[in-house]
């Protein structure tokens, strides 16, 4: 067998077969692996000159053998792999070399098998197998004997006393000489067991009887119970069949559903009977109040906020238990602005009767409960917006390592994001979340019992019963998925699936359960996982993850190159990583004494998933929120006072060091709308040694489109892809294309054979010049902008991915945009792509989505107390952030400019050019983030505005951003001079904005200050897929640069309307940028280097 052979790897990487070729290093090395793109297909990889040739090696129809070598050498067909190996060391076979040196793969770290994870072992028997093995030299009557003697013998030890004498007497002529015919029966190839049968109906006599009569009657109460009558008697489904002849344990499991059915269709009927539709309340959530306070002529107030969600009103109250001022129905609340500098501070714009816009600043009494208060406005107009499917959902994720122990009766605070760490306020307790994703670790119930506990600890919190979508499970490693009854017909394209990597990768005690369905026009998908454990095992680990992402199916089997991590618009990866603390075990107490004073930043930088992550091992681009709460792992049971972090064992003491062993981390799409608004772990919850941990997610979904064009009338859209260039790390000698996925297109479009170029540092670069027209299959812009490209970098030779990527179409939303996304393949990074992308499509205003409802507003440190601030500041935001910033983010250096991931390179052709004054710049016509256009000069005084992001603490990011927005006036110095066709870059509307509070943010240069002593702006964060200019922003907040001094504008108080025409002081004029600032901006059709 080739599983023997020195040069078969079996199912390793691409990537790693050219490393162990390079590592070899002589002419004529080779190995084979399993191919990647066809099942039961080799690789033959050699070596050659410092290249790696790839040739595929195809079974025909009579399983045979047969290289894909060079054209006019004969076909040869081989029965084995070794016999092709051995006529493949001649010469002149059709390979660049023949075959010399076999290389050995590198020796995989195993795992210890660890017995309190294994599953139940079989009762050990009493006879050996020879005394029921058939035999040649032996009659059948010797095994027959064997057995009844020994099943006899195992009778007179058990007490028979508690059963009937009828029962006793059956058994024992059972195994006296009916089991000796059952025996007969399978020697001659019937597997009925006749004496077995008969046995059972003996024993069981009076259960079929009962049985008969049972479910006829059960039958027509379950009728009775249905919402939807039978509108005639002829269509009545038929009643369950009592036949007896049917097994008993078919029978009791017919009953065992029934009464399942039962108990749901009478628990839906007294749920509906008491006020609830589909299992939700009429009125479920109350009236919350909130004590802030309210400026007056420099005067704090006191004041009261009452949302009463469920009529849609937000009443201001002068004091908690006066009377009602005056009230703002939902439809007359446009915008929530949140203050980034002080996180208790929020301005509600509001319209009044007479049509004015106002706004009203208030500072709450913590970060929390100024979110709360948000959620709650969230929620009140996404319930009176009368759309017709949600824009915006929100995604519990919990995991937990049960321990093997059963639940505590009590888990809310789990539910309810109650603990450690970024957790919810209690004014958002009422408020339930669409979907809960629950998953466990040595879990000791099976998932009958795990379900329903889980939907009546839902049940009581949100009086909502919960469907379930989904539920699979490998040994104790489980995910349930359940989601809100309303839902149930938005979910399609469900799959679930679990991959083994315990022992030799074939138990398992360790791996990972995974389910997938779609939402409306959204991909979700959740991976639970129970890693290696031990500190020693990290690269043990590594190769965990690195198998669950190659072998978990779940997903659109259409793409098949692709691997989970680019088959989702949104992937949650949960569960025990394992990963642990890296000191050294006699640091113990000093690092329970870190955690008893809070002090995790220490610990958290000896981390070993965040240092896997930082340094791209494991988890490339994913994301992960900042950890706020203390080790999750390793307690005393019963009480979370004390780690238990010494384990004796016959080998000696095993330490297991207080650790974040319970992740939860994400990665979605570029240009979608995520935020994460709790990620913490539970305080009192200590039946296992770990505690659970929960996330929190407000999500953006894409509705199943109508278009509302005429068919018949609406042009034909097209998207074009130009200028593609790609860079691939490897040394693979072979040409590419490049395939075009997305459920948008018609079909995959594959491109021509690039161009390639070596270079020495190993790496290839591939141009692809020929414009590509993608047709979708619907032209409506507002479709389309929701729609990503999938993009994969394929060889001609074995038809293997050497690299993904992904564009959103967002970002080409007004004109040609150019981009830069980096290409990963099986979680590596795998090279870069450059590219233009341009839609053709007609004009459409975009619909206002309830995540624009929710700004963030960077404070202005001269004039910050607000009122006399211009309205247009919070009322025309132009969308300068990024949504989900760590989509494809992997940075890399090219002199003095760091690229990560994508970039844009094209100037606005609308923007003041060197030479030109801002004054030219003022006429151009921009979009706000909700489509709405406003002019230049309205857009210079606008604040530094970011949709949607984290209260108090930004989302923290292990990955790279994968984006670099150029500096637009920079930009230009690198155009050429005087081209009137050079297409403009677009001001894409983009939604969220996620940064980290422990890493500096720079702005984007304003338009009115000079740019020539200015560094390239390199956000910390940025989006994967496209690239575009940014509107300008104040260099005011520039961190180092010199504040000018402004006047400080006049003070608009309490509720006085807001003069639309108040203007800020004029700045100093716009300087010509030189050409030093930023030499290494790449033009169009080039890569950067």
């Known amino acids: 067998m080739q599983s023997s052979q020195p040069w078969y790897h079996s199912n390793i990487t691409r990537s790693k077969a050219e490393d162990l070729l390079s590592k070899a290093a002589r002419d004529g090395s080779f190995l084979i692996r399993d191919s990647e793109s066809i099942q039961g297909a080799y690789a033959l990889c050699v070596l050659y000159q410092n290249c790696v040739y790839t040739y595929r090696i195809l079974p025909n129809e009579d399983k045979k053998l047969s290289v894909q070598a060079s054209e006019g050498v004969p076909i040869r067909f081989f029965t084995v792999l070794p016999e092709l190996v051995e006529a493949y060391y001649n010469p002149n076979m059709g390979l660049v070399t023949h075959l010399q040196y076999a290389v050995q793969g590198e020796e995989e770290l195993d795992e210890e098998q660890e017995s309190n994870s294994l599953p139940p072992q079989l009762p050990p028997r009493n006879f050996s197998t020879n005394d029921v093995k058939d035999s040649d030299s032996k009659s059948s009557e010797q095994p027959c004997k064997s057995l009844s003697e020994t099943f006899q013998m195992r009778l007179q030890s058990i007490d028979l006393s508690v059963i009937p004498d009828e029962h006793q007497k059956a058994i024992q002529e059972y195994f006296r000489t009916s089991i000796c015919l059952d025996v007969e029966q399978i020697q001659n190839g019937n597997p009925n067991l006749p004496g077995l049968k008969k046995l059972m109906m003996s024993i069981c006599k009076n259960l079929y009887s009962d049985i008969s009569h049972v479910l006829p009657s059960l039958e027509v109460f379950s009728k009775a119970l249905d919402q939807q009558l039978c509108p005639g008697v002829g269509q009545c489904p038929k009643q369950i069949s009592v036949d007896s002849g049917q097994s008993l344990s078919f029978r009791l499991e017919q009953l065992t559903k029934l009464l399942y059915s039962i108990e749901d269709k009478a628990r839906f009927s007294i749920f509906e009977s008491v006020g609830l539709e589909g299992g939700h309340r009429k009125s479920l959530i109350p009236l919350v109040m909130f004590e802030v306070k309210q400026e007056s002529l420099g005067i704090p107030t006191k004041m009261s906020l009452k949302v009463d969600v469920e009529s849609g009103k937000l009443f201001f109250k002068k004091s908690k238990d006066g009377p009602e001022d005056k009230y703002f129905v939902h439809n007359k609340i446009l915008q929530l602005v949140k203050s ?463 690299g993904e990527g992904c564009v959103a179409l967002r970002a080409a939303q007004f004109c040609y945009t150019e981009f830069q996304v980096t290409l990963t393949h099986h979680g590596e990074k795998t090279g870069s792509m450059t590219g233009g992308i341009q839609l053709q499509t007609s004009e459409c205003k975009p619909t206002e989505k309830l995540y624009d409802f929710i700004k963030i507003e960077k404070d202005d440190p001269v004039t910050s107390k607000g009122k006399g601030n211009d309205l247009n500041k919070s009322a025309n935001i132009l969308a300068h952030d990024i949504s989900n910033p760590s989509y494809a983010g992997v940075t890399y250096k090219s002199g003095k400019l760091m690229d990560k991931g994508w970039s844009y390179s094209m100037p606005p052709k609308t923007l003041a050019t060197a030479g030109q004054g801002v004054k030219d710049s003022k006429n151009m016509n921009i979009r706000s983030p909700t489509g709405k256009p406003c002019s230049m000069e309205e857009d210079e005084k606008m604040s530094e505005m970011f949709d949607n992001p984290l209260y108090d603490s930004m989302a923290k990011s292990h990955g790279r951003s994968n984006l670099t927005l150029l500096d637009p006036f920079v930009a230009i110095s690198k155009s050429p001079d005087g081209d009137p066709d050079r297409p403009p870059v677009p001001t894409p509307r983009i939604r969220s904005f996620t940064c980290s509070e422990n890493k500096s943010q720079t702005p984007i240069p304003s338009i009115s200050h000079s740019s020539a002593q200015k560094k390239p702006v390199v956000p910390s964060r940025s989006d994967g897929g496209t690239a575009h200019s940014r509107p300008p922003l104040p260099a005011k907040s520039r961190p180092g640069m010199p504040e000018p001094q402004t006047p400080k504008p006049r003070d608009y108080r309490d509720s006085s309307e807001l003069p639309s025409k108040l203007r800020p002081p004029a700045r100093p004029g716009l300087s010509q940028p030189t050409k030093d600032v930023h030499p290494e901006v790449p033009k169009m059709g080039r890569s950067v280097k």
Request: proline content about 4%.
């Open 340 to 802: 980034q500098k002080m996180h208790t501070k929020l301005v509600i714009v509001v319209e009044t009767e007479k049509e004015k816009v106002l706004r009203k600043e208030f500072v709450f009494d913590d970060t929390k409960k100024r979110e709360g208060f948000c959620q709650l406005l969230q929620q009140m107009k996404n319930k009176h917006s009368g759309k017709p499917e949600p824009d915006m959902i929100s995604v519990f994720v919990g995991t937990w390592n049960m321990g093997n122990a059963g639940p505590p009766h009590n888990m809310k605070s789990w539910f309810q994001c109650k603990g450690q760490g970024k957790t919810r306020d209690d004014t958002a307790d009422h408020i339930p979340h669409d979907f809960y994703v629950i998953g466990t670790q040595e879990d000791p119930l099976n998932e009958r019992e795990w379900a329903d506990t889980l939907k009546g600890v839902l049940r009581n919190i949100t009086n909502i019963s919960f469907k379930q979508v989904a539920i699979h499970t490998l040994w104790s490693i489980r995910i349930v998925v359940l989601a809100k009854p309303e839902h149930e017909n938005r979910i399609s394209h469900l799959f679930s699936d679990s991959v083994k990597t315990g022992i030799a990768n074939t138990l398992g005690n360790k791996g990972a359960v995974g389910v997938s369905f779609m939402f409306n026009g959204t991909s979700f998908g959740f991976v639970n996982s129970h890693l290696t454990s031990g500190s020693e095992k990290k690269l043990r680990r590594n190769q965990n993850y690195t198998s669950i992402l190659r072998f978990l199916n779940l997903g659109d089997k259409k793409l098949n190159p692709f691997d989970i991590t680019n088959r989702f618009t949104h992937l949650f990866w949960l569960g025990d990583l394992n990963y642990r603390v890296e000191f050294p075990s006699t640091e113990a107490e000093y690092i329970v004494t870190k955690i008893k004073q809070q002090q995790y930043q220490e610990l958290l930088c000896k981390d070993q998933l965040g240092m896997e992550m930082n340094d791209e091992k494991v988890f490339l681009h994913f994301e992960e929120e900042e950890i706020m709460f203390a080790p999750t792992y390793r307690f005393e049971r019963d009480t979370r006072e004390k780690y238990a972090y010494t384990k004796a064992k016959a080998t000696g003491t095993k330490y297991n060091l207080p650790s974040w062993c319970d992740r939860v981390l994400r990665k979605s799409y570029p240009l979608v709308h995520v935020v994460c608004q709790a990620y913490g772990c539970t305080n009192d919850i200590m039946t296992s040694d770990h505690s659970p941990v929960f996330a929190s997610f407000e999500v953006g979904v894409a509705s199943q489109f109508v278009s509302k064009q005429d068919p018949n009338s609406a042009p034909q859209g097209g998207i074009q892809i130009m200028n593609c260039v790609a860079t691939l790390l490897t040394k693979s000698k072979t040409k590419f294309f490049i395939e075009y996925h997305s459920s948008c297109l018609e079909k995959t479009v594959k491109t021509s054979e690039g161009e390639n170029t070596e270079h020495s540092n190993g790496s290839i670069k591939v141009w692809f010049g020929n414009q590509v027209t993608l047709t979708p299959i619907i032209s409506d812009p507002e479709y389309l902008l929701d729609q990503h490209i999938l993009i994969c970098v394929k060889s001609t030779d074995c038809d293997e991915s050497y």
